[in-house]
């Protein structure tokens, strides 16, 4: 069966410090893959996604996602967190073959930071 | 920058009643969907439409559910009869044209069912 795999609900970084949020996938063949972030009270923004070519993935915020293709793995990573990088970030993925792009999540890894 | 919206941000009903969440996709996207959310669990695809029609729906999207688009702007997820378990934050979605243009999310509307 198709799943997008968050394995960490909870997170918690000191500010400053670096951070990783992983994502596992298993499908048939390569997904497209997305990063999301909500924010308390907001709706889901885009960080960044994968769909080919480079394997490291640069997006807004100063986040990156490298695509693992050993792996079946996207994760996600920011060399230095900020407070307001608090937030719940989930991992998502596209069937490659899926013309109406529904969009399959993972269960989100809540990000706390800390002073 | 254009956004989605989405009205009532909050809507508490009473079991058994009617209820219609709107939404406003930007405005020359083509792609449009409902997901909903609830509490501590993952977002959940419900349904896409395309071309007037419903494209694909999940098997939560049974027959208490129904999604229009009046007119040029408004897209509709209506729920005939809500139960206790339809309590979710329901999201709005809207694409562009193809698989790999991103997918824009308004900010929700939390459902409260009595």
């Known amino acids: 069966a198709q799943s997008v795999t968050q394995p960490d609900i909870h997170i918690t970084v000191s500010e400053g410090a670096s951070l990783e949020l992983r994502c596992n996938y298993s499908?048939?063949?390569?997904?497209?893959l997305f990063w999301y972030v909500q924010s308390p009270g907001q709706g889901l923004q885009l960080l960044l996604k994968y769909f080919s070519g480079d394997t490291l993935v640069q997006g807004i915020k100063g986040f990156e996602a490298e695509f693992k293709r050993s792996q079946s793995s996207f994760n996600l990573r920011k060399p230095s967190v900020h407070w307001s990088d608090a937030a719940e970030y989930f991992c998502?993925?596209?069937?490659?073959?899926?013309?109406?792009?529904?969009?399959?999540f993972g269960a989100g890894t809540q990000v706390v930071v800390t002073p | 920058e254009p956004e989605v919206t989405q009205t009532p941000s909050h809507q508490v009903t009473q079991m058994g009643q009617e209820v219609i969440l709107r939404c406003v996709p930007i405005?020359?996207?083509?792609?449009f969907y409902w997901y909903r959310q609830i509490l501590g669990q993952k977002v959940e695809f419900l349904v896409s439409?395309?071309?007037?029609?419903?494209?694909?729906k999940s098997e939560i999207f049974d027959d208490q559910f129904s999604v229009e688009r009046p007119d040029g702007s408004n897209f509709t997820l209506k729920i005939r009869s809500t139960k206790l378990e339809d309590s979710a934050m329901y999201f709005c979605a809207s694409r562009r044209q193809t698989s790999t243009d991103t997918q824009y999310f308004g900010p929700g509307t939390r459902l409260t069912v009595l």
């Open positions: 499908y048939g063949a390569t997904p497209y």
């Open positions: 405005s020359n996207h083509l792609y």
């Open positions: 998502a993925v596209v069937g490659t073959t899926d013309s109406w792009g529904k969009l399959q």
């Open positions: 439409f395309y071309n007037n029609e419903i494209s694909e």
